[in-house]
């Protein structure tokens, strides 16, 4: 890949040569054609971007970017993607997971990532299946999900990403869908512009394997009065119409009608204030509330791969470079006959 001189480039510069090998109408697509999108309204260079991904569906991405890439192993994208970030901080470094690779084999990996603050991107496509290996439930389908793994339907809780990014403690916090390409578009460049861990959850249809998956919430037809953008300094306020709100009733939210309440007891949303609210919202059954999407929480906090490079200049001007050598036979040596 040649050095770039200009960062001018459009979302086609940001496509590869590789043939596209999802299905015909994955919600793969447009993921992939929102990343690019914002690649280039970001104004990146080529050589400074590095995704890194998985096993999985999802995990192909790499492929189809213009960029440098690495398809890694099942689950631990972070892991190894926090070593390309702290080897050359300069490098903007993607991470491409699913709701398997990310919350099942890789979910240690995921969590600590977000504690430590890492100047990674996630992107974790949630289609509630394992679609690569056609049709098992997943940690995020839903409980009673009848599946090739689960025929008399699944048993086990699924996971909220929300509530386990949020528990985390990641310091950017986002959702979107496929289909919602400006919507996407523009959650994936607050992230990029976030310092630290970013992890955004999308809403992605398997139309295979789980087709309709989010339908009831995401649907054109339904999703105004299914879905609320959450969008910091702006009132909880949703609908069709523009007539529903939420407020909080003690400690659980619930919809009411905006004519029917004081407008200053509709909550502004604060993606920098305590992250409870936003653990509220998040955990409210389908069909009680509307859906959340947009930014949960989004606060400033040093990354973790800045203190390590500042800890190694410091500890240079204090000890000087070093000598690998010397430290190996540093201490009390022994020697086995």
């Known amino acids: 890949m040649s050095t770039e001189s200009t960062t001018n480039l459009t979302k086609k510069d940001f496509k ?11 919600g793969d697509y447009a993921i992939l054609n929102a990343v690019q999108g914002a690649m280039a309204k970001l104004g990146k260079k080529r050589e400074d971007v590095v995704f ?8 192909r991405f790499p492929y189809y970017m213009e960029t440098y890439g690495f398809h890694s192993i099942h689950g631990r994208a972070p892991a190894i993607a926090s070593g390309v970030k702290i080897a050359n ?10 709701d398997g690779d990310a919350m099942s084999i890789g ?19 949630n289609n509630r299946i394992y679609g690569l290996t056609k049709g098992q439930y997943s940690p995020t389908s839903e409980l009673g999900k009848v599946t090739k793994s689960t025929p008399m339907g699944s048993l086990d809780t699924p996971f909220n990403p929300i509530h386990l990014a949020l528990a985390a403690k990641a310091s950017f916090v986002g959702r979107s869908v496929d289909m919602m390409g400006s919507h996407l578009e523009d959650v994936i460049m607050k992230a990029a512009a976030h310092e630290g861990s970013a992890y955004i959850e999308i809403f992605q249809n398997c139309n295979i394997f789980n087709d309709g998956a989010w ?20 009132k909880l306020i949703f609908g069709k119409d ?32 305590n992250s409870t609210f936003a653990y509220l919202l998040a955990g409210n059954p389908e069909g009680k509330l509307p859906t959340p999407i947009g930014v949960f929480r989004d606060v400033k ?19 000087g470079e070093g000598d690998l050598e010397q430290l190996l036979y540093a201490g009390d040596l022994w020697e086995v006959k």
């Open 52 to 59: 890194v991904s998985g096993i999985g569906c999802s995990s």
């Open 107 to 125: 979910g240690n990996h995921f969590i600590h990532a977000l504690r430590r603050r890492i100047n990674l991107k996630i992107l974790m496509f």
């Open 301 to 319: 906090r040093p990354a973790f791969d800045v203190g390590v490079h500042d800890q190694i200049a410091r500890a240079r001007q204090k000890y």
């Open 242 to 273: 523009h007539d529903k709100a939420i407020v909080l009733d003690g400690f659980d939210p619930k919809v009411v009608n905006v004519a029917d309440v004081d407008e200053k007891d509709i909550p502004v949303w604060d993606v920098e204030a």
């Open 215 to 234: 339908k009831h919430i995401t649907d054109r037809t339904v999703r105004d009065d299914m879905l609320i953008d959450l969008r910091h300094g702006e």
């Open 89 to 98: 901080p300069k490098l903007d470094v993607w991470v491409i997971t699913g």
């Open 16 to 26: 590869s040569n590789q043939d596209v090998r999802w299905c015909p109408g994955c």
